[in-house]
């Protein structure tokens, strides 16, 4: 039987392996960490429960999927809930809007919130239907890279209604053509966030974000997020797909132009193909010195990184929900700090998200498990000492402000984890979230392919390639990769 060897056991290396598994490989996957999930991880601490990374679900149907191949019920391993709130806002004027997951509700408060017509809201939001519908089968759902992928009605069709998908305004002033209140305009702003990105610089296009969340909706795992990579590794493991733990690989083995197995401090593996979900920047720097390097790709701009404060408190917040967002009030100022500047802003927005709001036994009882971020730039080699400081109090002040209270007081237990942090947990380059950040209209095609234009047999899935960071991506790109193996046989 022909065999697969996986780099990193990220939720995109533990649907790879599925995927390849269905289609007759024999599959190993070796993993530097001693737990699966990378970026999707969990920690328990002082009675309290916290995922490390991704914290909001959208699209689970892509999870659900790969249980359904090999013909088991989901349900039986994965079990998500429906939000009916996708996120409570909060401005520092004492602006309160909580964004509801029916649509009509959604439209109708809002226009009432922000001084909008409905009717205008209405229509933003079918236009944005409109560029993902265009778009979502060239761009998310196959291989960019490959010529077949062009040849097709629906590439046609988007090429027609190009002048529909706002490739030349970016997010922000698409925002500000379709709405005249900042508040909103923020709020749809945002989504640029959901891929590191800043809205000032990311194109309009990408206002086809809120879409999936608004379509789709948002949701909860049973058990939280940790659930997602845990249910695909037990999937795995039951499938027969062998994983080696505190393996990290050294060194992919070459015979010629073509890919034939990987090297570990104290073993050589061979395998038919070689899938790398490894960062595609530390790949290409530290496994494959031989090989000259797609220079541009690796040099695009990296998505942002990330500040996050695991707290256990010692109170219950009423007024939040499972995800809580409350503003900056300066956020062309805060994107400048990120991205320009390679700065914390003086006034960040905080994300502040309770998963014990869903799952009562996460946070010990009249207690909150808060999982406190804030955007940062990657990791330049700031003193991220001192930005942790400073972060921390500005964070504490934001909140204090916003939410009238006094929370220093209530925190019982506290966890970091930083850019360098998340750099070194998960080989991510400069501790970026989402690998290279969307911020040129070009960023899609420059994103590196789910295969190597030079070297034979070696792939790419996850984060760092296309279609993109964020979880249902992520999965996206196994099923590209797992395809893109399939074709190469035939
Ligand atoms: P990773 O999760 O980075 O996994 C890569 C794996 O490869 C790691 O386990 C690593 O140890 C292993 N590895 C690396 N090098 C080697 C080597 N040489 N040998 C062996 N193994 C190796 N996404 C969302 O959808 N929703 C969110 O709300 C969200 N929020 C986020 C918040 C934070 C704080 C973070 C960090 C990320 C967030 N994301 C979110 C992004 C999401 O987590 C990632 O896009 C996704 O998990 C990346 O998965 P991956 O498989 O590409 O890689």
Known sequence: MAKAIIIGAGIAGLATALRLKKKGYDVEVFEANSYPGGKLHVIEKD??????????????????????????????????????????????????FSAKASLDTFVNEAASKFDEQASTISKYLKKNQLKYDLTAKLFLENSLHKMRSYLTKETFEAILQIYRLDLMNTLHRTNEKAFGNKKLIQLFDRYATYNGSSPYKTPGIMSMIPHLEMYYGTFFPKGGMHRISQSLFELAKEQGVVFHFEKAVTKIILKGQKAVGVETTDQRSFGDIIVSNMDVHPTYRKLLHEVDAPERT?????????????????????????????????????????????????????????????????????????????????????????????????????????????????????????????????????????????????????????????????????????????????????????????????
Request: charged letters at 25%; proline letters at 5%.
């Open 47 to 96: 009675g309290f429960r916290f995922d490390t990374g991704p914290s909001l679900l959208t699209m689970p149907h892509l999870i659900d999927e790969l249980f359904e191949l090999f013909e088991n019920d989901p349900k039986k391993y994965f079990v998500y809930k429906k939000k009916d709130v996708i996120c409570n806002y909060f401005w520092e004027d004492g602006t309160r």
């Open 298 to 490: 690796l040099h695009q701009e990296r998505s942002s990184s990330a500040l996050i404060f695991y707290w256990g408190i010692k109170k219950t917040f009423p007024k939040l929900d499972l995800h809580n967002i409350l503003f900056s009030d300066d956020y062309e100022a805060e994107f400048n700090s990120l991205f320009s500047e390679k700065d914390l802003s003086e006034d960040p927005t905080v994300y502040i998200n309770i998963s014990a709001k869903e799952e009562a036994t996460d946070a010990p009882k009249g207690c909150e498990n808060w999982f406190v971020m804030i955007n940062t730039p990657g990791n330049y080699g700031q003193d991220w000492e001192a930005l942790k400081l400073k972060a921390r109090r500005s964070i504490i002040e934001k909140i204090d402000r916003v939410l009238g209270t006094d929370i220093e007081q209530y925190i019982v237990t506290e966890q970091v984890w930083d850019p360098i942090g998340i750099e070194s947990d998960t080989s991510s380059y400069r501790g970026a979230l989402y690998g290279a950040a969307s911020n040129d209209r070009f960023a899609a095609f420059l994103r590196h392919p789910n295969f190597s234009r030079s070297i034979k047999h070696l792939y790419f899935c996850g984060g760092s390639v296309h279609p993109g960071g964020g979880i249902p991506l992520c999965l996206l790109s196994a099923k590209i990769t797992s395809d893109l193996v399939s074709n190469a046989k035939k």
